[in-house]
């Protein structure tokens, strides 16, 4: 029974390392780097057998000299070369990446949705995924959920570009100090991608900036419930208690 249950957590974190290529493909830096590091910080904390340990590791090596060789990457963060099987050096690394280059990232992803926007003027399929789009975040506002997670079919590229766009603008809309228009952007985003826990820490700081420490606590328990390992998650938690005077 043990053993099950190492396999499965194996398993999990195979899961998160195939949505990091997925994101990566599709040049979503940031969230690449979300859930590569959740990857590390569970494959550091997840006890296992050895010939699983032996497959991520070296799953975990390929990633990483794809992610150090690709454009955006480059774009964003310069030429870095990674270690094989140094993942405490490399999940502290990550962290300093995700923590300082956020604002970066931010503005590169909005030069890369004028590009797209651009692309659509010349590509017939471009615009037709743009046309697509529009259609489902304007179900999104009318709050027509269900309608607009039938059209989204379980597409992982317009799953990609729509939590992009509205995590985006929820990061915006937070740093300008709107944060009940932050808030709302961060929903809409778990329309499209309800296991996301990076979303609920998003929502989890937008009402803490309001000093709101109880629905703080309520929603980062919902991302903590989606995954237990959550490092930023559970220091976000700790933080709230200790600063918001919440039991939870």
């Known amino acids: 029974m043990?053993?099950?249950?190492?396999?499965?957590?194996?398993?999990?974190?195979?899961?998160?390392?195939?949505?990091?290529?997925?994101?990566?493909?599709?040049?979503?830096?940031?969230?690449?780097?979300?859930?590569?590091?959740?990857?590390?910080?569970?494959?550091?904390?997840?006890?296992?057998l050895a010939?699983?340990?032996?497959?991520?590791?070296?799953?975990?090596?390929?990633?990483?000299?794809?992610?150090?060789?690709?454009?955006?990457?480059?774009?964003?963060?310069?030429?870095v070369a990674f270690h094989d099987n140094d993942f405490t050096t490399l999940l502290d690394f990550l962290k300093q990446l995700i923590r300082i280059k956020e604002e970066e990232t931010i503005e590169l992803m909005e030069r890369n949705e004028t590009k797209k926007v651009d692309n659509r003027q010349t590509s017939p399929q471009a615009a037709e995924?743009?046309?697509l789009l529009q259609q489902i975040k304007i179900l999104i506002k009318k709050g027509d959920y269900a309608i607009?997670?039938?059209?989204?079919?379980?597409?992982?590229?317009?799953?990609?570009?729509?939590?992009?766009?509205y995590n985006v603008s929820g990061i915006r809309y937070r740093r300008e100090g709107r944060f009940d228009e932050a808030v709302s952007e961060f929903k809409k985003a778990l329309v499209v991608q309800p296991r996301d826990e990076g979303l609920y820490?998003?929502?989890?700081?937008?009402?803490?900036?309001?000093?709101?420490?109880?629905?703080?606590?309520?929603?980062?328990?919902?991302?903590?419930?989606?995954?237990?390992?959550?490092?930023?998650?559970?220091?976000?938690?700790k933080y709230i208690r200790e600063n918001g005077g919440i039991d939870v």
Not at 54 to 79: A, H, M, T, W
């Open 2 to 48: 043990d053993d099950a249950i190492k396999r499965e957590e194996a398993g999990e974190i195979a899961r998160k390392l195939s949505e990091c290529r997925n994101q990566l493909q599709h040049g979503n830096i940031f969230s690449c780097l979300a859930r590569f590091r959740e990857v590390l910080e569970k494959m550091l904390s997840t006890k296992m």
């Open 129 to 131: 995924v743009h046309n």
């Open 148 to 165: 607009a997670q039938e059209t989204i079919a379980g597409d992982e590229e317009i799953i990609a570009l729509l939590v992009e766009e």
């Open 201 to 237: 820490y998003n929502i989890a700081r937008a009402h803490i900036a309001k000093k709101e420490w109880k629905a703080a606590a309520e929603v980062i328990g919902e991302g903590l419930k989606i995954n237990p390992h959550f490092g930023e998650g559970i220091t976000l938690l």
């Open 51 to 79: 010939s699983d340990e032996k497959e991520l590791k070296n799953d975990i090596n390929i990633f990483q000299k794809d992610l150090s060789n690709s454009r955006i990457f480059r774009d964003v963060y310069g030429p």
